[in-house]
């Protein structure tokens, strides 16, 4: 029996989850490319299809109700999609990137048969330059998809091709929006934005590999509040004027930030505030949100859909989760083993909810009782002793490693929180640990960036050096929604 959300019911299939898909980097060349594709499993060592299975409803996992398939993939085979790919009149601006949200777990991409791509990892964004690739404004667009699940030490979450107890069902494929954009040959790949609660100001890192003036402008409810001009990798600081409106779950406030670049404009948006960790005036340590004690009243966030599993069916089934917690009294979610979309990120900052951010979990199967005894019994276990935790893969820890830091560059704008293994957000925001004599020290990631060989984007690497470049899809620009302003 089917358990479908009331959100599952009203979905259009031919057009779901039609919203921009990133909130903090918004262009104006969109062209959305969620809907039906056509798919067909296969043997993994086969070629290309040529006879199709049937369509399926993208971006939802075969194995979830709402792709249309209801099927699961096994290990022993992969999972093609294919659509054609026709580019508007006039959205071509120089380069063309094709954006997947995620792909779980390993994907191929073509073009007319050609491979144009590739990613390692099935929880993160990546993006592909297909400016080659379409230059006849037209294409075969073809993924190749394989998912090994809980067979070896890959990233999986709570997936398990068995599941019970704590496990759950497995998913596989294309499960967030696919989308094309176009920029010019000069464009912005990433803004950094780092505000300082203290200082009332915010730092702006514009990232591009142009050596261009970039100008940006902050404002606040509409009225223009700072302005300058910076080259990219520079951090611009400017101050937010006098008495600036900070952030926090109460008075969810977000200051606007738009940057032009040569004929590229884009915009995002911060909340100004600070998380750290420090004594109240007992001297007991605490969480402190904008200098003062807070409490983070949370649940435990585990993203899965009875009808999209890890897929929310719409934007609107989000925000209600979102607010629905908000409405119970809480202040926090934390989500577990798991990246969402990233509007789901932006709706917790703009209703006003903090978020901790578990990093997702991969390894071989372990023995509960070695994770279960240190907190029975006064016992500690060296976590250097890899094969007790099902670590024992030297490959496999790196690829955590290189996923946990991809992790917090995706989600930069919050900085880590006191808890070390989480994200906390809310926009952007500057993490500090400060001590009993109320000296603060800041902690923030650093930037890394890497670049597909001959081309001008942004990509994100696989921990095994493979990757591909980003794009958008649906001819005019949906601005992300922004939650009523007090």
């Not at 990133?22 to 043997?43: C, E, I, K």
């Not at 006098?242 to 940057?259: A, N």
């Not at 900052?349 to 023995?367: A, I, S």
């Amino acid at each position: 029996m089917t358990m479908l959300t009331p959100w599952g019911e009203a979905l259009d299939a031919d057009h779901p989850l039609p919203e921009y898909p990133r909130p903090q980097l918004v262009r104006d060349s969109y062209l959305n490319l969620n809907g039906r594709w056509d798919h067909a499993f296969t043997p993994v060592d086969a070629p290309a299809p040529t006879r199709w299975d049937g369509s399926i409803v993208v971006p939802f996992s075969p194995e979830a109700p709402l792709s249309g398939v209801n099927r699961r993939l096994r290990v022993d085979e992969a999972l093609w999609y294919r659509r054609d790919l026709t580019l508007p009149d006039g959205f071509d601006r120089g380069r063309v990137l094709l954006h997947f949200g995620a792909v779980d777990q390993d994907a191929e991409i073509f073009l007319d048969g050609r491979p144009v791509g590739s990613h390692r990892g099935g929880y993160l964004p990546f993006t592909i330059d297909v400016t080659a690739g379409m230059a006849g404004g037209s294409a075969e667009l073809t993924v190749r998809v394989r998912d090994i699940t809980d067979t070896g030490f890959r990233s999986r979450g709570k997936q398990a091709l068995k599941p019970g107890g704590i496990w759950y069902t497995p998913q596989s494929g294309i499960w967030q929006s696919v989308w094309v954009e176009s920029v010019p040959e000069a464009f912005v790949s990433d803004l950094i934005l780092t505000p300082d609660f203290e200082a009332g100001s915010v730092a702006v890192t514009v990232v591009s590999d142009e050596d261009l003036a970039a100008d940006v402008v902050v404002s606040a409810d509409g009225v223009e509040v700072a302005r300058g001009s910076t080259t990219p990798g520079e951090p611009l600081v400017l101050s937010l004027g006098d008495g600036p409106r900070p952030w926090s779950p109460e008075d969810p406030f977000l200051h606007d930030v738009e940057v032009r670049l040569g004929d590229d404009r884009v915009t995002g948006y911060f909340g100004l505030r600070s998380v750290e960790v420090g004594p109240d005036a007992l001297g007991v340590t605490r969480l402190l949100l904008n200098g003062e004690p807070y409490l983070h009243a949370g649940l435990l966030d585990q993203g899965y859909w009875p009808d999209g599993l890890y897929t929310p069916p719409s934007d609107e089934a989000m925000i209600h989760d979102i607010a629905t917690a908000k409405d119970l009294g809480f202040t926090m979610l934390r989500k577990h083993i798991k990246i969402e979309p990233l509007r789901w990120y932006h709706h917790c900052d703009r209703l006003g909810m903090l978020v901790w951010q578990d990093m997702v979990n991969g390894g071989r199967p372990y023995n509960p009782a070695v994770i279960q005894a240190p907190v029975a019994l006064p016992m500690s276990l060296d976590d250097r002793r890899h094969t007790l935790f099902g670590r024992q893969d030297e490959p496999g820890r790196s690829e955590f490693l290189d996923e946990a830091h991809a992790t917090v560059r995706l989600l930069r704008s919050s900085p880590p929180s006191p808890c070390g293994c989480r994200s906390t957000r809310a926009g952007a925001s500057s993490t500090r640990s400060r001590s009993p004599t109320g000296s603060a020290h800041s902690t923030r990631p650093a930037r890394s960036t890497t670049r597909a060989a001959g081309t001008t984007a942004e990509r994100a690497t696989s921990p095994a050096g493979t990757s591909t470049s980003a794009a958008t899809g649906s001819p005019a620009a949906t601005p992300p929604t922004r939650g009523p302003r007090p």
